[in-house]
């Protein structure tokens, strides 16, 4: 049995990729560096920022916030954002809201939910139901709402920031799958640090973009996070999915594989990309419906919502 490296207490956990053993105590704090780390590196936050945390319920997000209160428990003003996409099959969206406000309220931070059927009529049952008049996946049109939402409401609450809980894994398969796919507007659209390039659009920070899946679900086990487990209803077959997969199965033969491919990517490929894409890129406009950011006359979130709320 091997033992802290810390302590020198007995492991709780052995991390073959470091060849380290850490207690409980001694992971949190480990992965609580790390993020600290990366942080620092792509100068993700400022002291007193207002930041809104995008809070799915989930472990990722759960982990984000909790590291963020111990790191910076006073420095730094976080205030959880949570949008309720109307799943109700499994209760999956009850659940997920209760978590997330729980979360909150344990760390004593505000906390804000977005409720799409209360606000905009619409919801993720409605548009399962409607997918076939929507030709997209429900995954991609899930994404857009919480994109659109996520830029809205937190500019509305002042925020300088927006927080998500992407990872690694998340990072290095949308990457993988922008790469195979050829979709050069979504690559150059990627990295821990997006800041805005205007003021109807909020700065997107990743401080989880150097933490694996694993590293998370020990933390929040260590940590003992309620987390939602339930897997959402609409993400069977997601592409997303399988590029996670696919991904995974890399990392198994040649451990350290996605951190590298990450790196290379931002140090030596986006740099020239963006260059290039510059040229050709249109300028952001603004959505004629709804004020929003869009590349086209009406926003992609607006669109979906005629769509759905058509013959009401
Ligand atoms: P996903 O899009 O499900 O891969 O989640 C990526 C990140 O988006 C999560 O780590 C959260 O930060 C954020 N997110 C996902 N779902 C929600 C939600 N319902 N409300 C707020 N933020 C969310
Ligand atoms: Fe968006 Fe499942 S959470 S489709
Ligand atoms: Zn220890
Ligand atoms: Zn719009």
């Known amino acids: 049995m091997t033992d802290c490296k810390k302590c020198g207490q007995p492991a709780a956990i052995y991390l073959t990729r470091y060849g380290l053993g850490f207690c409980s105590d001694h992971f949190l704090e480990f992965l609580r560096n790390k993020v600290k780390k990366s942080i620092h590196k792509y100068k993700l936050l400022n002291p007193y920022d207002r930041i809104a945390v995008a809070l799915s319920g989930g472990k990722d997000s759960a982990v984000l916030l909790h590291i963020l209160d111990s790191i910076y428990s006073e420095a730094l003003d976080l205030i959880g954002l949570h949008i309720n996409l109307g799943i109700e099959p499994s209760n999956y969206s009850k659940i997920s809201l209760n978590l997330a406000r729980e979360l909150c309220s344990d760390l004593g931070r505000e906390f804000y939910c977005v409720d799409l059927r209360k606000e905009y009529r619409i919801s993720m049952d409605l548009v399962e139901k ?15 709402f919480k994109r659109y939402l996520l830029n809205k409401y937190s500019l509305e609450l002042d925020c300088e920031k927006i927080a998500t809980g992407h990872v690694l894994d998340d990072e290095v398969s949308v990457l993988l799958m922008n790469m195979i796919n050829g979709n050069v507007e979504q690559l150059v659209r990627t990295g821990p640090n997006l800041i805005a390039k205007n003021e109807i659009m909020i700065t997107r920070i990743k401080p989880l973009y150097e933490i694996s899946e694993l590293e998370t679900m020990i933390y929040a086990q260590f940590a003992n996070l309620k987390i939602q487990d339930v897997e959402c209803p609409y993400s069977k077959g997601a592409s997303s999915l399988k590029y996670k997969k696919l991904y995974l199965m890399f990392e198994n033969q040649l451990p350290g594989l996605g951190i590298t491919f990450l790196h ?18 249109e300028k952001v406009r603004i959505c004629a419906i709804c004020g929003g950011p869009t590349s086209e006359t009406v926003c992609a979130f607006c669109n979906i919502r005629k769509i759905l709320t058509r013959n009401e």
């Open 130 to 144: 409607k997918e076939k008049q929507l030709k997209r996946s429900l995954c991609g049109i899930c994404g857009t």
């Open 264 to 281: 290379n990517f931002h140090k030596k490929i986006l740099g020239p990309l963006q260059e290039y894409y510059q040229t050709t890129r």
